[in-house]
């Protein structure tokens, strides 16, 4: 009995004074803090992705606080209404950014871009790529073993196995862009995202002469240029046998889409143009006249 | 016998397919492809255009820097196209393609065979010569000849070594070379002592080739090669590894990068770079051909052809029969070391000393399991290192914890994927931390600078 009242005495005693020692300190040591770093921090989504530039939410709360300009600092996965919020709690002008999302620009599925080796390594696309060009004959494709699908922290990034590709689904991507860091092929894209995940966009990285191009994947941009001349909107350049459509410039307008002779601009969640524009006709019409 | 103090495994050395199969000269290809970046370091840029006529040895590609090499024509006829064609790797660089016309050589060639032994020249005419010649490491590593020559102010060689070990299995072009070049090769040492400004020079040979060591001793004994010693080493991989073999000769040790050999007062060379040497030096012959090993259990027939850069691998393998029927795995190189070539097509280039040909079964690998921490990788690493921890650091992708432990050391000889017994690809992610680590040290390289 004895041995438990000094047991319990011993260590409440101990105890309260370890609470005073550290209640002092704290007084002592004590660092101002801005309260409202807690409560932005709170506001942001805490996935510490990085995505804005920073090594974690905390640091971009502190710096959405500290800072006097924020046009700068966004957070990709919060999105535009959150930093309003943001800005609004803190007196600031909010920044203006428009939604993105990842795009994978390589359309080179098993059936178009025929398997030429049998890669049997590590299975890791960076690996692959310091060691050739991988398992087609493409050497600017996807590899295919998802080295974007184990960065992508929010489940967007899933690899087909019937295709041999990654797709994104747009409504989980948060754009914060380590997928695009993570492809050792520079495939992907942060693209410009319109209402009901609508997109066209070049689905090709390949800067090879079309008869190359032709030979190992019936998918890929052979540069010839028609996409370009159709486009109203200056959005579409071709640069070393490779078209790119600008998507702060493209409109959807499609035209582009049905030019392509080897299907490398893809079109979605849209349907595309009538082959046949109905315009000819009536010319033609007129003149039987 | 000697051998280096650490690590190391005992593959077989399955040398007996091609090492009895002397030097043969092949028919000329009707056409080569000579890449402008055969070497470490700056890509050469190409002197000739299209439909230019070219000569057997004439320069067609200038060195791109101190550190790169010259290129020169391995055939006579008409530059038909310069362009960027796929190498063995797929990978599309600068070709210069030539259609063979005949075969007229430049005339200042040498062209006869008789050993012209007394040299005259200062080292610095010595190392002028072999990097007009576009001499480089013919072991695989490509390294310009005439950079590691020039031995830095303050520095002083005090022997040179020559790599005779050919430790990577199949491969025998360097074997057949001392055998039947022997003389040659032996010039071709005293040139580089001559250049460098030593007395004594170390071949090293494995043990699993006595006649090559009993042949070489045999010539020096007969016609005084003074200075020159063959030390036989104890048969291990990576003997032929340049700090391995300095370890294994000297009992020195070489100081983690940036420390170079001749730190230690070491210049090593490789047998058939001294070969490439004599004749530069001596016949004014360029380095426009090597011996290529075709070797392979499944090939219908095993060869060391003398080969012209920019041959085709398609027109080599013509000489065995073709390609095996079914899967195999074409190398550049040997089955430790070697590149896995994805296009036959490609050419030859000067650090090719053999192409080995796996059937597919023979190349698998094994089903990869998890780590069991046996240590197998760490007992078996030449360079002190522990693999399996560089390898996981890797593929979690910390680079800076790689390079506290020292990732960079690497020599990639692949003992610790060949020991694993859960058949990781444990090599596989350490380069890719190598090539990393080595990136971001550049970058803060040239950061300090400004």
Request: hydrophobic share 40%; glycine share 10%.
């Amino acid at each position: 009995m004895n041995t438990l009242v000094l047991t319990v005495l011993t260590l409440s005693v101990l105890g309260i004074l370890l609470a005073v020692i550290l209640y002092f300190v704290a007084q002592k040591f004590h660092v101002e803090e801005d309260p409202r770093i807690d409560d932005v921090e709170k506001m942001l989504p805490g996935a510490n992705c990085g995505g804005c530039g920073f090594a974690g939410c905390r640091a971009m709360a502190d710096a959405l606080v500290t800072r006097e300009n924020i046009a700068s600092l966004f957070c990709p996965v919060a999105g535009g209404q959150t930093m309003k919020n943001i800005a609004g709690f803190l007196g600031k002008t909010a920044p203006e950014k428009e939604p993105m999302v990842a795009t994978i620009r390589c359309g080179g599925t098993c059936q178009k871009r025929p398997k030429v080796n049998h890669y049997d390594g590590a299975m890791n696309c960076a690996v692959v790529n310091s060691f050739y060009v991988g398992e087609s004959a493409c050497a600017y494709g996807c590899i295919g073993y998802g080295d974007c699908v184990s960065a992508c922290k929010f489940g967007a990034l899933s690899l087909n196995t019937e295709t041999g590709l990654v797709e994104v689904n747009p409504d989980k991507c948060t754009a914060c862009g380590a997928c695009v860091k993570a492809c050792p092929k520079g495939l992907i894209e942060l693209r410009k995202k319109w209402p009901k995940n609508r997109a066209v966009y070049v689905a090709c990285r390949s800067k090879n002469r079309g008869a190359v191009v032709m030979k190992a994947c019936k998918a890929g941009c052979i540069g010839c240029g028609k996409c370009a001349k159709v486009c109203a909107f200056d959005a579409i350049t071709i640069d070393n046998n490779l078209a790119y459509i600008d998507s702060e410039k493209c409109k959807l307008c499609r035209k582009c889409v049905n030019e392509c002779p080897t299907g490398a601009i893809h079109l979605e969640n849209m349907d595309p143009l009538p082959k046949e524009p109905k315009v000819v006709a009536t010319p033609k019409s007129e003149v039987a006249k | 016998m000697k051998t280096f103090p650490i690590g190391g495994i005992h593959p077989s050395d399955n040398k007996e397919w091609s090492k009895d199969k002397s030097i043969e000269c092949i028919d000329l290809p009707n056409e080569v492809m000579i890449p402008m970046i055969q070497h470490i370091g700056a890509p050469a840029t190409p002197v000739v255009q299209k439909g230019d006529k070219v000569l057997t040895g004439q320069l067609v590609g200038q060195a791109g820097g101190f550190v790169s090499a010259n290129i020169h024509s391995p055939i006579s006829g008409t530059v038909t196209s310069i362009d960027s064609y796929p190498n063995g790797q797929g990978q599309r660089l600068t070709m210069v393609v030539i259609k063979r016309e005949g075969d007229e050589w430049v005339e200042s060639i040498d062209r006869s065979t008789e050993l012209k032994r007394e040299c005259s020249l200062t080292p610095a005419e010595i190392i002028a010569k072999i990097k007009d010649a576009g001499v480089v490491g013919l072991g695989g590593a490509q390294f310009p000849t005439h950079v590691k020559l020039s031995i830095p102010d303050g520095q002083k060689a005090e022997m040179l070594i020559v790599n005779g070990v050919e430790c990577e299995p199949y491969l025998t072009s360097d074997y057949r070379n001392m055998m039947e070049r022997a003389e040659m090769m032996l010039t071709g040492i005293e040139i580089l002592m001559r250049a460098i400004g030593v007395e004594r020079a170390l071949i090293g040979v494995e043990n699993n080739k006595p006649d090559a060591i009993a042949h070489l001793n045999e010539v020096i004994a007969r016609d005084a090669y003074r200075g020159i010693e063959v030390v036989p080493l104890k048969m291990r991989y990576p003997q032929g590894g340049e700090k391995q073999l300095i370890a294994a000769l000297t009992g020195r040790q070489v100081a983690p990068p940036p420390a170079l050999p001749i730190s230690e007062g070491v210049v090593v060379s490789n047998a058939s770079t001294a070969i490439a040497v004599y004749e530069a030096v001596q016949k004014n012959k360029p380095l426009i051909e090597r011996v290529v090993t075709i070797t392979g259990k499944s090939l219908g027939s095993t060869h060391n052809f003398m080969t012209r850069f920019g041959t085709s691998l398609d027109y080599l393998l013509s000489f065995s029969g073709g390609l095996p029927e079914g899967d195999v795995k074409v190398l550049n190189g040997g089955p430790m070391m070697g590149r896995a070539i994805v296009d036959t097509s490609a050419p030859i280039i000067k650090g090719c000393s053999g192409i080995t040909i796996l059937s597919g079964a023979e190349a698998a690998r094994g089903k990869e399991s998890a780590c069991i921490k046996c240590a197998k990788c760490v007992s078996v690493c030449p360079m002190g290192l522990e693999p399996y921890l560089l390898s996981r650091l890797a593929k979690l992708q910390k680079w800076d914890v790689a390079e506290e432990h020292n990732t960079i050391d690497c020599i990639e000889c692949g003992c610790c994927s060949y020991t694993c017994p859960s058949n990781l690809p444990l090599l596989d992610y350490i380069r890719i931390g190598k090539q990393t680590v080595m990136a971001n040290i550049r970058s803060r390289a040239i950061a300090n600078k400004k």
